[in-house]
């Protein structure tokens, strides 16, 4: 039974349904009589451990339903990785707040937090509900068929690639998008859902499952733009070589890195510049031009799946009914059901929290530079119904030379 205080808290990357989840888990808890506050922690585990809580009771309905529609995460979000020892320090707070229950919104390092303070408090014998909400533009998180964020920056992705096509085609030359994705190429294969007819980009997809070539790639672009006199490219930020090492490490003069030590992928251009290089040098190619799309895939407004939306909302009121069913961890996961439908389980922590999913084979073509007809099947769902509709006109049409030129 759910009773005593309720904590929320989100971290990581922000997505455009982030609030969802929260506002779903507040106005669910609210049915409850025997829960007598519910907090949200400012900046996620962070926030916590400053005590800096909002007593989100005193929301409004109104209020809340707005920020539901508001992209990016409300109660402030953090990068801080999860240890024990900073867990222990979470765990002294809980206690001291007499926190009953704790549903933490996020991806892989909230999953392991929560399997870390299950651990803490069952030493303590400190009967602790903790509860993962699943959140991630990556789609990366093992179990699920995919993450609350991904559909929408998925929409994003396939919508600006539908229209940078039409630019290129306009003003043909070579376009090089770098899309989010360490180590799953789920948002970057979202691209190819802007397809309507044989000859529009992205003609290559390059994804981090497979080993990068930059030879390889060089000869795909000519191959690509002696045919059509043009080419649109998706790249990862992921990509790397035969030995794993990332392209944007050995090629540029100086690199970045984050707060856990891994390289800064988003936050800058380096790899389509580099990419761009490459082509030019390598081709002859004279009009060549590179876009990151960086933050601008996650929490983007207009571009919100209603499929995305709608399920953002439902696993953090699913959260919150497991948590009353008596639950004491556990992920909410979601599971694909039919042509499309989807439905909620509680899996276990462990089968979730510091593991990665990517995607599967079938997804990706033999040549290792586009997506097969496996993945939009699957993407085309998420998406939340079809992009706005994009014609051309009718080439047959063409009026007969009088001058012959």
Same mark, same amino acid.
Do not use: W
């Given at each position: 039974?759910?009773?005593? /205080?309720?904590?929320?808290?989100?971290?990581?990357?922000?997505?455009?349904?982030?609030?969802?989840?929260?506002?779903?888990?507040?106005?669910?808890?609210?049915?409850?009589?025997?829960? /007598? +506050? $519910?907090?949200?922690?400012? +900046?996620?585990?962070?926030? $916590?451990? %400053?005590?800096?809580?909002?007593?989100?009771?005193?929301?409004?309905?109104?209020?809340?339903?707005? &920020?539901?529609?508001?992209?990016?995460?409300?109660?402030?979000?953090?990068?801080?990785?999860?240890?024990?020892?900073?867990?222990?320090?979470?765990?002294?707070?809980?206690?001291?707040?007499?926190?009953?229950?704790?549903?933490?919104?996020?991806? %892989?390092?909230?999953?392991?937090?929560?399997?870390?303070? !299950?651990?803490?408090?069952? *030493?303590?014998?400190?009967? @602790? *509900?903790? $509860?993962? &909400?699943?959140?991630?533009?990556? %789609?990366?998180?093992? &179990?699920?068929?995919?993450?609350?964020?991904?559909?929408?920056?998925?929409?994003? &992705?396939?919508?600006?690639?539908?229209?940078?096509? /039409?630019?290129?085609?306009? @003003?043909?030359?070579?376009?090089?998008?770098?899309?989010?994705?360490? +180590?799953? !190429?789920?948002?970057?294969?979202?691209?190819?859902?802007?397809?309507?007819?044989k000859d529009d980009g992205p003609h290559l997809v390059y994804l981090p499952e497979r080993d990068f070539s930059m030879e390889s790639f060089v000869s795909d672009v000519k191959s690509v733009y002696e045919r059509l006199g043009r080419c649109v490219i998706a790249v990862s930020e992921g990509i790397h070589d035969q030995s794993g090492a990332l392209i944007v490490t050995k090629m540029a003069?100086?690199?970045? *890195?984050?707060?856990?030590? %891994?390289?800064?992928?988003?936050?800058?251009?380096?790899?389509?510049?580099?990419?761009?290089?490459?082509?030019?040098?390598?081709?002859? $190619?004279?009009?060549?031009?590179?876009?990151?799309?960086?933050?601008l895939q996650r929490s983007f407004l207009g571009c919100v799946s209603e499929v995305d939306r709608k399920e953002a909302r439902e696993v953090g009121e699913k959260a919150i009914q497991f948590a009353h069913q008596g639950h004491a961890t556990g992920s909410v996961t979601i599971h694909r059901v039919g042509d499309y439908a989807a439905e909620f389980r509680l899996s276990p922590l462990d089968a979730v929290a510091g593991k990665t999913k990517v995607m599967d084979d079938a997804m990706i073509s033999k040549s290792a530079n586009d997506v097969t007809k496996t993945f939009i099947e699957y993407a085309r769902p998420l998406i939340g119904g079809g992009l706005p509709e994009i014609s051309r006109l009718d080439a047959a049409n063409r009026v007969e030379k009088i001058l012959g030129k």
């Amino acid at each position: 039974m759910l009773q005593g /205080k309720v904590l929320i808290a989100q971290g990581g990357g922000p997505t455009a349904v982030i609030n969802q989840s929260l506002a779903g888990a507040v106005l669910e808890a609210r049915k409850h009589a025997a829960v /007598k +506050h $519910i907090y949200g922690a400012l +900046h996620g585990i962070n926030g $916590i451990v %400053n005590e800096d809580f909002l007593d989100l009771g005193l929301e409004t309905r109104r209020n809340l339903d707005a &920020v539901a529609n508001t992209p990016c995460s409300a109660l402030g979000s953090t990068r801080d990785k999860p240890d024990v020892k900073y867990c222990k320090e979470i765990f002294k707070v809980l206690q001291a707040h007499e926190i009953g229950t704790f549903l933490y919104i996020g991806g %892989n390092d909230s999953s392991e937090a929560l399997r870390i303070l !299950g651990e803490e408090a069952k *030493k303590a014998d400190y009967g @602790l *509900k903790g $509860i993962h &909400v699943p959140k991630t533009i990556d %789609n990366d998180l093992m &179990v699920n068929d995919h993450t609350p964020g991904y559909p929408s920056a998925a929409r994003f &992705v396939a919508s600006a690639f539908a229209g940078v096509d /039409k630019d290129n085609a306009a @003003l043909p030359g070579v376009y090089v998008g770098v899309v989010m994705g360490r +180590h799953a !190429g789920f948002l970057t294969a979202a691209a190819a859902l802007a397809r309507n007819h044989k000859d529009d980009g992205p003609h290559l997809v390059y994804l981090p499952e497979r080993d990068f070539s930059m030879e390889s790639f060089v000869s795909d672009v000519k191959s690509v733009y002696e045919r059509l006199g043009r080419c649109v490219i998706a790249v990862s930020e992921g990509i790397h070589d035969q030995s794993g090492a990332l392209i944007v490490t050995k090629m540029a003069k100086q690199v970045e *890195k984050d707060a856990h030590g %891994n390289v800064q992928l988003s936050g800058t251009g380096a790899l389509a510049d580099l990419l761009c290089a490459a082509i030019k040098e390598s081709s002859g $190619i004279k009009r060549v031009r590179g876009d990151t799309f960086g933050y601008l895939q996650r929490s983007f407004l207009g571009c919100v799946s209603e499929v995305d939306r709608k399920e953002a909302r439902e696993v953090g009121e699913k959260a919150i009914q497991f948590a009353h069913q008596g639950h004491a961890t556990g992920s909410v996961t979601i599971h694909r059901v039919g042509d499309y439908a989807a439905e909620f389980r509680l899996s276990p922590l462990d089968a979730v929290a510091g593991k990665t999913k990517v995607m599967d084979d079938a997804m990706i073509s033999k040549s290792a530079n586009d997506v097969t007809k496996t993945f939009i099947e699957y993407a085309r769902p998420l998406i939340g119904g079809g992009l706005p509709e994009i014609s051309r006109l009718d080439a047959a049409n063409r009026v007969e030379k009088i001058l012959g030129k």
